[in-house]
T-cell receptor, first 112, second 114 residues
Framework: GESVGLHLPTLSVQEGDNSIINCAYS??????FIWYKQESGKGPQFIID?????DKRQGQRVTVLLNKTVKHLSLQIAATQPGDSAVYFC???????????FGTGTRLKVLA | GAVVSQHPSWVICKSGTSVKIECRSL??????MFWYRQFPKQSLMLMAT?????????EQGVEKDKFLINHASLTLSTLTVTSAHPEDSSFYIC??????????FGQGTRLTVV
């Protein structure tokens, strides 16, 4: 397979604080990046995406930052809520290949 | 966003039997669908790319005779786990891409082989 995962790292944040989840991607040719949220027993849910011609994109309470120089992607969640507790995956793809490669994932725990 | 429906959401089968999992794009046509496998606390591992009307493309290390994929229409792909064994127990997830290249995922199928 394309991505062999390790045991998931965990990020614990207090409710109301901002969360930053990081991802290092592998292919310098990748030009489209996506963040997914996965709750237990469910499929991944799209959060936000960004193309390589951008370095920042904002959504509702979420911001994705892309640093192509160091092949780094981050997801910022503002005012983290208990419902944000889940596993977050970044995915990368090269346009035209139709293949997504997933990162190892980060478990976000929101503390009340 | 587009909806991808996967069925069943969970299945328990006996060793040696075969199990079929369906993946449907409900409101868009998907010429390409993907099948992933996910072990507990791990990331999604791409198993194969399913192309409508042609043979699937399998990732290295994935047995094509073990995991049969059929993409008979623009809205349906099926994954059949043949002669299932306990080590095939896993969470299987499909996805489908729309014209905008964004992938939408099904809700996953929990397979338990006893």
């Amino acid at each position: 397979g394309e991505s062999v995962g390790l045991h998931l790292p965990t990020l614990s944040v207090q409710e109301g604080d901002n969360s930053i989840i990081n991802c290092a991607y592998s292919n310098s040719a990748s030009d489209y990046f996506i963040w997914y949220k996965q709750e237990s027993g469910k499929g991944p849910q799209f959060i936000i995406d960004i193309r390589s011609n951008m370095d920042k994109r904002q959504g509702q309470r979420v911001t994705v930052l892309l640093n192509k120089t160091v092949k780094h992607l981050s997801l910022q969640i503002a005012a983290t809520q208990p419902g944000d507790s889940a596993v977050y995956f970044c995915a990368e793809t090269v346009s035209g290949t139709y293949k997504y490669i997933f990162g190892t994932g980060t478990r976000l725990k929101v503390l009340a | 966003g587009a909806v991808v429906s996967q069925h069943p959401s969970w299945v328990i089968c006996k060793s040696g039997t075969s199990v079929k999992i369906e993946c449907r794009s409900l409101d868009f046509q998907a010429t390409t669908m993907f099948w992933y496998r996910q072990f507990p606390k791990q990331s999604l591992m791409l198993m194969a790319t399913s192309n409508e009307g042609s043979k699937a493309t399998y990732e290295q290390g994935v047995e094509k005779d073990k995991f049969l994929i059929n993409h008979a229409s623009l809205t349906l792909s099926t994954l059949t786990v043949t002669s299932a064994h306990p080590e095939d127990s896993s969470f299987y997830i499909c996805s489908a891409r729309d014209l905008g290249a964004r992938a939408f995922f099904g809700q996953g199928t929990r397979l338990t082989v006893v």
